[in-house]
Each structure stands twice: as C-alpha cells, then as structure tokens.
C-alpha cells in the first residue's frame, strides 16, 4: 500500500460548485496533515494545515478521519484561479520526513 | 524578505557531468529536503538534513550527494551515477523535522531547478 494517496482526477468543474478531494494514508502514527497548491511548473505552496477537529479557510474546508485514515479538502464555489493540482502530505514520525500524494488536479471552467 | 532561494532555475548536464544545485534559506530552519518530481508522479524524498553537519537518506538517494556545512545552505550533487536525472528539483525547510514537531508545523519550498540532460 503506498504511504499517501490522492485519486489523480482530473476534476473538471463550472464556476460556482463545490467539489470535494480525499486522500488516505497508511500510517496511524502520523500527526500532521496537510493540503498544498501547485501550479503548473511551480512550486507546491501550502493551502492549509488539517486540524483534528476541521478547519476552514474562506471557501475551503479541511477534515481529518483518524479512525478511516483519511483527509479530505472541499472547495465551494470554485473560481477559475482554484485551477491547479493539490497535494496531500503526511508526516512520517517514524521515518522522520513528509510524504506526498501524487496530487489531484482540477480545472474551473467558466 | 525569508525565504528559500534555488539556483540555477534551469540547469543542463552533459553525460557523465556532475552537477550542483543551490538551496539556500533565511528562515533559521533546522531542516532542509531534497525532493524529485517526475511528471505524473507526486514527490520524492532524495535526502534531508535535520542539523548542520548531519544529512540522511530518503527514499531515492543513489546517484546523489549533499553537504549541510552551514545551517542556511544544503546543495545537492547529481552525480554521473545517476542514469535518470532530468526532472524537477525542489528544496524544502522546516523548523524541525517531523519528529520533533509539533502539531500543523510544516515546510516550505523553494522555487525549484529543472534539470535537463543534454
């Protein structure tokens, strides 16, 4: 089983939805959780850290599933400047470094 | 303004050509990363450091090689050994490595070097 996972997409979505993103991981030790943004031939930028208890951020909202071992990302009312590909990172205590899913892409379309 | 900076943004290695890359930060981070990214595929860990003078094995470290001399810089070395070096190199620092962080502590990325084999 891979450490993080993302489905790849892609996700085409009008302006205005809401379109949601999950990720799974293996390890139960892991503590820290996030999302980042990457555009196109840049480097990943943090979006938001996930909280235990779910955090929100203007139009996104992150969730953490300890006991199913997921996170999840839900963007409402997406713009066109949302078009990018998000990643999920996990810590990895025990190993002592971050891993990455290999990243969800969405494009808005007008 | 901190931050990290990577130099050269575009690199070319001729076969059999080591090659430097530049990761430099101001952020009095403990931690520095190496990663690979591959189209299609998400990032890979090369090496890391949590200290100067300390550097570790990641996932993917044959063909590499990297110093932590200074707490600002981390350069890493393609070496000739590695057959598949064209890809895209990002630099990343954290305050401390994962295991002695705490809760929502995380890294930031340098701007990346995109390497190409001539």
């Known amino acids: 089983r891979k450490e993080v996972e993302q489905d790849p997409g892609p996700f085409n979505v009008p302006e205005g939805a809401t379109v949601a993103f999950n990720c799974t991981y293996s390890n139960s030790a892991s503590q820290s959780f996030f999302w980042y943004r990457q555009d196109c031939r840049k480097e990943p930028k943090l979006l938001m850290s996930v909280y235990s208890s779910g955090n929100e951020d203007g139009r996104f909202t992150a969730q953490l599933n300890r006991a199913s071992q997921y996170i999840s990302l839900l963007i409402r009312d997406s713009k066109l400047s949302d078009s990018a590909t998000y990643l999920c990172v996990v810590n990895w205590p025990t190993g002592n470094q971050f891993y990455f899913g290999t990243g969800t892409s969405l494009t808005v379309i007008p | ?118």
């Open chain 2, 1 to 118: 303004d901190g931050g990290i900076t990577q130099s050269p943004k575009y690199l070319f290695r001729k076969e059999g050509q080591n090659v430097t890359l530049s990761c430099e930060q101001n952020l009095n981070h403990d931690a520095m990363y190496w990663y690979r990214q591959d189209p299609g595929q998400g990032l890979r860990l090369i090496y890391y450091s949590q200290i100067v003078n300390d550097f570790q094995k990641g996932d993917i470290a044959e063909g590499y090689s990297v110093s932590r001399e200074k707490k600002e810089s981390f350069p890493l070395t393609v070496t000739s050994a590695q057959k598949n070096p064209t890809a895209f190199y990002l630099c990343a620092s954290s305050i401390a490595p994962p295991a002695r962080q705490g809760a929502g502590e995380t890294q930031y990325f340098g701007p990346g070097t995109r390497l190409l084999v001539l």
